[in-house]
């Protein structure tokens, strides 16, 4: 049986555990999240803004518990929990607020397409299986229900087994938000048994943030079932610095996009690429801001770096640092595992890197920086794409002409110049190569889940105007 079960990451102690779904109760979750999409799929659009903007009221009313609740499941800092419940707060009203301008069908040239009428309608496709990470609990379901259950979809939501009352808690907010029961559920299952919910013919698509096994996984059962998927999945994100940038600015920034979430996020800054003519300004002011960061009890308001939210994610960030330390690379702060209770690990920058190295080509998940020294901005590109990854992406430059080349050459799906990797409701959010598909957020990530139908209408028609529909 799948261990599902609340382990607090700062003490190591299972506080709370539960039994994964039987075969029947599954089965009978699917059923009642199809039955609520034939109930949601008939209400307006304005009805379903009224629901999500109850839901985002609950979600400030409630900031201060379901804050905690996730500290203690994963370990992130009780301030970066909160700030994570307001983020949701304010992507569920710009979806109720923005649905019915992102749902409006859309005119098209008629007399091109020899028509009286022709436009674009978008609508629900049904039940969408959302298979979610531990990392940002909250925030990684909102962006995803948000849209879909406002464009009339159901969710049928798989959450990470390390964080089941942040799930629980999630259905719940959506039926007391006023949505029908079974709009929004969730399964309490391992991995086991998204073979099993992806193939029933009642789930038309699915969402997978996380690792790149589990998303070839998912698009292989899609595949095979010939049902649409967005993936968004690990990163390696450069983060350049080019000698026109204001080296301090860059430096205490490098700094938080590398330890935000205890190091934890897909998009975190992991690689620093620093031009040679800055480096060693860079790294020393980088270095000494690392060392400064606070790790302890992330309920404690002095804290800025919690536990890894498991006792073998840090084993595994202790042995790629160890990896490179093994092979010639130089630790400039932290590298050493602590004793004690709680799986902490300390902010670390490596630098002296080689291919050789694991650190060169994976993904760090955890609060470890490598750092890379360059003697060009065609070196910087060709260290920053030179991965399997294309997720964000940072460069800081002062330089326009420069600005320009980064924002067409970084090879991601995000890229950010003088300034952190972050996720907005108005931005469409994805990656390319091993990083996934599909965009999430914006109207774009509305979207992906509807069936954009081109309607085209011949003479005989009413002569009523296409955008009265807003489904």
């Not at 009313?61 to 804050?67: G, H, L, Q, S």
């Not at 470890?368 to 800081?396: D, K």
Request: glycine share 8%; net charge negative; aromatic share 8%.
């Amino acid at each position: 049986m799948p261990h599902i079960a609340t382990t607090n990451p700062a003490t190591g102690q299972v506080l709370k555990t539960y039994e994964a779904m039987s075969t029947e109760q599954l089965d009978g979750a699917i059923e009642r999240t199809d039955l609520a999409f034939q109930q949601l799929r008939e209400t307006t659009v304005d009805q379903r803004a009224r629901w999500m903007h109850a839901a985002a009221d609950l979600l400030d009313a409630e900031r201060d518990e379901i804050a905690r609740i996730m500290t203690t499941e994963m370990g992130k800092t009780y301030a970066a929990a909160q700030a994570e419940v307001t983020k949701c707060a304010t992507a569920a009203r710009f979806y109720a607020d923005k649905a019915p301008a992102f749902l409006a069908d859309e005119p098209a040239d008629a007399d091109a397409v020899k028509a009286t009428r022709a436009f674009i309608r978008y609508q629900p496709i049904g039940v969408v299986l959302a298979v979610m990470p531990w990392n940002f609990p909250l925030w990684q379901v909102m962006r995803f229900a948000a849209p879909a259950l406002m464009a009339g979809n159901t969710g049928l939501l798989k959450h990470a087994s390390n964080v089941p009352q942040t799930a629980l808690l999630l259905e719940d907010m959506f039926r007391r938000a006023g949505f029908p029961e079974g709009a929004f559920t969730t399964v309490l299952v391992g991995s086991d048994a998204v073979d099993r919910i992806l193939s029933d013919p009642r789930v038309r698509a699915a969402t997978l943030t996380g690792s790149e096994p589990a998303g070839r996984s998912i698009a292989q059962i899609a595949g095979r079932e010939l049902k649409k998927t967005v993936l968004e999945l690990g990163g390696s994100d450069p983060f350049v610095v080019m000698p026109s940038a204001d080296v301090d600015r860059a430096a205490e920034v490098a700094t938080t996009a590398r330890c935000q979430n205890n190091g934890q996020s897909c998009i975190a800054a992991k690689r620093f690429i620093v031009h040679t003519d800055v480096f060693d300004a860079f790294a020393e002011k980088f270095a000494a801001n690392m060392a400064a960061l606070r790790v302890g009890d992330p309920m404690d308001p002095d804290t800025d770096v919690g536990p890894l939210a498991s006792e073998r994610g840090r084993d595994e960030v202790h042995a790629q640092v160890r990896d490179a330390v093994d092979n010639g690379a130089t630790v400039l702060c932290g590298g050493e595992r602590p004793t004690g209770d709680g799986w902490f690990y300390p902010p670390t920058v490596v630098t002296d890197l080689t291919p050789q190295m694991r650190m060169w080509s994976e993904e760090v998940f955890g609060p470890v920086a490598g750092l890379f020294r360059v003697s060009s901005y065609e070196e910087a590109i060709a260290v920053a794409n030179g991965t399997s990854f294309g997720l964000g992406s940072n460069a800081w430059t002062r330089d326009p002409a420069e600005q320009e080349r980064f924002a067409t050459d970084l090879d991601a799906g995000n890229v950010f110049i003088n300034g952190m990797t972050t996720s907005y409701p108005e931005l469409p959010f994805g990656g390319v190569k091993n990083s996934g598909y599909g965009r999430e957020l914006s109207a774009l990530g509305m979207r992906e889940f509807c069936n954009t139908k081109t309607v085209w209408v011949g003479e005989g028609a009413a002569s009523a105007g296409a955008g009265a529909h807003a489904e």
